[in-house]
């Protein structure tokens, strides 16, 4: 049973930066994706990066791009986003995601349908 745990979040200042960090156990794959999203008060998940492990193909939100960066470790199974540029409209509740296969395409990637482990969330508060 895969069980992804995260940690990083926090409260930084708009302009700040932070990493999360997920780290996925109990699988034997060679092929998988990650994801992460995020959710604010009342609104549904929204997608915010995605990473395929074997061959570190990226996709993010046109909301992100430019500011967050995602990446895998792949000794570690551990995949990370780097956010700079915190604004306090990107105050969620950030969740990682696990896939047990890769996608072609950012369609794909971007549907929480598309993923079968999540974590339990970690709060991201970007104060003005």
């Known amino acids: 049973q895969v069980q992804l745990v995260e940690s990083g979040g926090g409260l930084v200042q708009a302009g700040g930066s932070l990493t999360l960090s997920c780290v996925a156990s109990g699988h034997t794959l060679t092929l998988w994706s990650m994801g992460w999203f995020r959710q604010f008060p009342g609104k549904e998940r929204e997608f915010v990066a995605a990473?395929?492990?074997?061959?570190?193909?990226?996709y993010y939100a046109d909301s992100v791009k430019g500011r967050f960066t995602i990446s895998r470790d792949n000794t570690k199974n551990t995949m990370y986003l780097q956010m700079n540029g915190l604004k306090p409209g990107d105050t969620a509740v950030y969740s990682c995601?696990?896939?047990?296969?890769?996608?072609?395409?950012?369609?794909?990637?971007?549907?929480?349908?598309?993923?079968?482990?999540w974590g339990q969330g970690t709060q991201v508060t970007v104060s003005s």
């Open positions: 990473i395929a492990f074997s061959s570190g193909g990226t």
């Open positions: 995601a696990f896939s047990p296969y890769v996608w072609t395409g950012i369609s794909y990637y971007s549907d929480a349908e598309t993923y079968n482990i």
